[in-house]
């Protein structure tokens, strides 16, 4: 019998950690574009800030940030599955503007992390 209420014990702890870590890895990106704003290289309205990265889901179609609560600042929320957990990822932000595309010279690194993170980053393209 103790046997028996073990097991069923252990059954529904490994149910409970694999339903809780098997669930998506959600990472925020937040672009803070105030610079960018103010200077006019970026209109909001007009323009779209993109990201894109070497992981999936970021290395397929396109990736357009939302204007978050905070003025200035746009966002966008990627799901990760459970395995990408630990994975190196290079991503990078692009405007596209009415004139011109600019993407950040150096791609960020970051390894996927466990759980909701928040990235925040100012867009810089460095044109050597």
Same mark, same amino acid.
């Given at each position: 019998?103790?046997?028996?209420?073990?097991?069923?014990?252990?059954?529904?702890?490994?149910?409970? +950690?694999?339903?809780?870590?098997? @669930?998506?890895?959600? +990472?925020?990106?937040?672009?803070?574009?105030?610079?960018? =704003? @103010?200077?006019? %290289?970026?209109?909001?309205?007009?323009?779209? @800030?993109?990201?894109?990265?070497?992981?999936?889901?970021? &290395?397929?179609?396109?990736?357009?940030?939302?204007?978050?609560?905070?003025?200035?600042?746009?966002?966008?929320? =990627?799901?990760?599955?459970?395995?990408? =957990?630990?994975?190196?990822?290079?991503?990078?932000?692009?405007?596209?503007? $009415? &004139?011109?595309?600019?993407? $950040?010279?150096?791609?960020?690194?970051?390894? =996927?992390?466990?759980?909701?993170? %928040?990235?925040?980053?100012?867009? &810089?393209?460095? &044109?050597?």
């Amino acid at each position: 019998m103790k046997s028996l209420l073990l097991l069923i014990a252990l059954s529904f702890a490994f149910t409970f +950690v694999m339903s809780t870590d098997s @669930a998506a890895q959600t +990472v925020t990106f937040e672009l803070d574009l105030s610079s960018q =704003i @103010a200077d006019s %290289t970026f209109v909001p309205d007009r323009d779209v @800030a993109l990201l894109r990265g070497t992981s999936f889901p970021l &290395n397929a179609g396109q990736h357009i940030l939302k204007p978050a609560e905070e003025e200035h600042v746009y966002e966008l929320q =990627i799901d990760f599955s459970f395995a990408q =957990i630990g994975e190196g990822l290079e991503f990078l932000f692009v405007l596209e503007t $009415e &004139n011109e595309t600019v993407e $950040e010279q150096m791609p960020r690194r970051m390894q =996927i992390p466990r759980g909701g993170h %928040t990235i925040r980053s100012f867009f &810089n393209s460095f &044109n050597f």
